[in-house]
Nanobody, 125 residues
Framework: QVQLVESGGGSVQAGGSLRLSCAAS????????MGWFRQAPGKQREGVAT????????YYADSVKGRFTISRDNAENTVYLQMNSLKPEDTALYYC??????????????????WGQGTQVTVSS
C-alpha cells in the first residue's frame, strides 16, 4: 500500500516562495507517475505538475509554468514542488498523488489512485 505524506505548506505574501515535500512509502512498483494537484473550496482538483520516475518526463499547468518546479529525490524517496512568485490565485489545498506503472503522465486527477492528505497553501496580496 502506497502512503504519501505532504508537508511544507503555509502562509506567504504574493511574490514569495514555498517548497512542498511529499514523502512516499510502501511502494510495490519500481516506477510511478507522480503529480501535484491543488483544490480550492468549491472547485475540482486541478493538476499542477507531474513527473515520471527519475524525472525523465514532466508536465506543468500553464498557470504555473515558469514559476513552479517538480523534482524528485530518489535517494530519500521524496517528491518536491518548488513554488516561486506565488500569487493569491495559487491559494489551495495541495495534494501529492501517485499511480504505479503502467500509468499515464497527465494532469487529470482521475488518472491517479493514491493520494496524500493535503497541505494548505495560502497566498495573501
Amino acid at each position: 500500500q502506497v502512503q504519501l505524506v505532504e508537508s511544507g505548506g503555509g502562509s506567504v505574501q504574493a511574490g514569495g516562495s514555498l517548497r512542498l515535500s511529499c514523502a512516499a512509502s510502501g511502494y510495490t512498483y519500481s516506477r510511478y507517475c507522480m503529480g501535484w494537484f491543488r483544490q480550492a473550496p468549491g472547485k475540482q482538483r486541478e493538476g499542477v505538475a507531474t513527473s515520471y520516475t527519475g524525472g525523465v518526463s514532466t508536465y506543468y499547468a500553464d498557470s504555473v509554468k515558469g514559476r513552479f518546479t517538480i523534482s524528485r529525490d530518489n535517494a530519500e524517496n521524496t517528491v518536491y514542488l518548488q513554488m516561486n512568485s506565488l500569487k493569491p490565485e495559487d491559494t489551495a489545498l495541495y495534494y501529492c498523488a501517485a499511480e504505479p506503472t503502467p500509468c499515464t503522465i497527465s494532469l487529470r486527477a482521475g488518472d491517479y489512485n493514491y493520494w496524500g492528505q493535503g497541505t494548505q497553501v495560502t497566498v495573501s496580496s
